[in-house]
Structures are given as structure tokens and as C-alpha cells.
């Protein structure tokens, strides 16, 4: 994002020609991550023999409502072509290196203005929630877009079991950091942890997800395994991987794009093709996959579902 050349050149072409040619290398290199490393998994009814292989597939899946017909991109696409900073800055480096990061065991903080702050363990928060696929479409600042096929629950269901008290106004996030298996947080590209935040409102919205896999089976680590937020009518950015910690706070949080380059990426990053980033149009993006870029619609094609949150907000001082 922030060292990223402006998407209207023709460098992602290359970008993506490198990554057709290295398809093969990155399979493999994914599929023995997967198999040779004992990430543990989330226990969603299977054995422990089947969790310690990783990537499982997830039983029970029920299809979600708000779900975009366009077809998907490949789970090759999704799970080589990734933004994932902490593992580094080029698209590939997220699917080569996040492998080292140990999603098992696996605790959520939840803190701040509720009635049931703790430490919660993954497979705890999980149990008795029913996860179904959501295919929406996700929408990059950086001008490009993929359609996934998302396994998740809406983050609200979480949130209602917290209990939140009245003075939560914002929901802040936090990734997990762990510099001994994260190359790329080394560096000071942001000021790590990554974090991000929502309004009430718009965490407690129906299309607002915490995804736990993709394709019916768990997400790999380079997609933000073992759990993230998808935020579909919102920037990509916003939808925040590998989540370690869930605050409810009075204030707005201070989100880690928000505090590195205030001026190009707002709290909000509602999808806008009417608010350009100060250095490229957000009118168009370019589907991976594709090769003619295709208009961007306001909030991402949700505005039915999602417009009303803003009323009376002026999108452009509030981007
Ligand atoms: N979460 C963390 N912790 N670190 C990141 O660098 N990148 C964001 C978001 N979540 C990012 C993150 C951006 S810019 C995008 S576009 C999406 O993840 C990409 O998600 P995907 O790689 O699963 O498609």
C-alpha cells in the first residue's frame, strides 16, 4: 500500500505474470508448509490427527445470505496473491513465508467496555456457532479485487456474547505479533501490531464476518489463519488477519494505515469510487484473474445493505 506504485501502471501486469510463472513453486511450497509443519488447526469437530495437518476441511458449512453470483477466484489466486505485511511487502511473500507463524494454541483478549472481558480460547468462542460461506467480493485500496468464497459467522454473534456496556462505541482489533515468525514485522513498515476498528454500528452489521476458512476449509496462514474480519464494503485493509485481541472502547481506535498515512487512509475506508487515493483513481479496479478493469461500485456493490450506516456523514471528509 503505502510503497506500492500506483495501480494504473503497468508493473501489476508484471506482478501477475511473475506469480503465473511461480504458480507451481508456490503450490508446492504452500502444500508442504501446510503438511510438514504442525500449525495444529481450529477444532471444528474433527480428530487431532486431521487437525495437525493444518488446512482441514470444515464440516457443516451452510450457505450465508448477501453473497455476490460473480464468479470466484481461484483458491490458487486467493492463496498466492495476498496482503499480509507482516510476512512481507511483495503479493508473493505472504504465501512463501507465513507458514512459520503457530496459529495452535490459539487466545482471543477481548477487553475493554464489556461485561465478560477474559482470555478466550479459540475453540471456545467457536463452540455452537454455525459457520456458513459468504461469497463477497473484496476490494483493495490498491485498485484490485478478488471473489471469495468465505467460511464465517457474523462478528455480532460474537460480540453479543461479550456484552458489550454502554459506553462501547468502536470495536478495536489486533493482529498477533511475533517477530521471531514474522520476517516481515522486522521492519518498521507500520507500527506494529497491526490494528484496526469498527464502529458499533458497523460491527454489529449482518455482512460484517469473522472468517475462519475459505473454500470449506480452514484458512491458511498467509489469509490470516486462525481467524479475520471481513469487512465487505470497506477497503480491504480494514479486514484485519490473525486476530489476537478485541477491545470495545469509547473512543475511535487509532488504526495502524490511519496513523502512518492519515491523509490516504481514513478510519471509515468505505469503498468509494468517487474519493480517489491522493496518488491513483479508485473509480475502476482490476479483478485478479482478468484482464480489463472493471467500474468500482460505491460500497463495493452492498450500498443497499450498508448506506444508511453513513447518513448525514460527508463521505469525502470522513473517507
Ligand atoms: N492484516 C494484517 N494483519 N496485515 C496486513 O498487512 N493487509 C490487509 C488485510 N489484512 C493486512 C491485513 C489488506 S491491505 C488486504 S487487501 C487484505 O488483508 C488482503 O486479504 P487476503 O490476502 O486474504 O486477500
Known sequence: MLIQPPPDIASSEITEERIFLNRREFIHTAA????????????????????????????????GPFGTDEPKNSFEDITSYNNYYEFGLDKRDPSRN???????????????????PADYHIEDLL??????????????????????????????????????????KYVEFTTVLRLSEMPGARRPVLDWPYVEGLRMDEAMHPLTILAVGLYGKTLLNQNGAPIRLVVPWKYGFK?????????????????AWNKATPNEYGFFANVNPTVNHPRWSQRSERRIGRFFRQPTLMFNGYDDQVASLYNGMDLRRFF
Open 32 to 63: 508442504g508448509a501446510t503438511l510438514g509443519v504442525a500449525t495444529g488447526g481450529l477444532a471444528l469437530g474433527k480428530d487431532a490427527e486431521a487437525m495437525s495437518l493444518g488446512q482441514e476441511e470444515i464440516p457443516n458449512v451452510q450457505p
Open 98 to 116: 507465513a507458514h512459520t507463524l503457530t496459529t495452535s494454541p490459539w487466545t482471543i483478549r477481548v477487553d475493554g467496555h464489556v461485561a465478560k
Open 127 to 168: 463452540k455452537g456457532i454455525p459457520l456458513e460461506e459468504r461469497v463477497y467480493r473484496l476490494r483493495c485500496v490498491e485498485a484490485w479485487s478478488m471473489v471469495i468464497p468465505w467460511v464465517g459467522f457474523p462478528l455480532s454473534t460474537l460480540i453479543n456474547r461479550f456484552q458489550p456496556t454502554s459506553k462501547a
Open 239 to 255: 479486514s484485519i488477519k490473525s486476530i489476537v485481541r478485541m477491545r470495545f472502547t469509547a473512543d475511535q481506535p487509532r488504526t
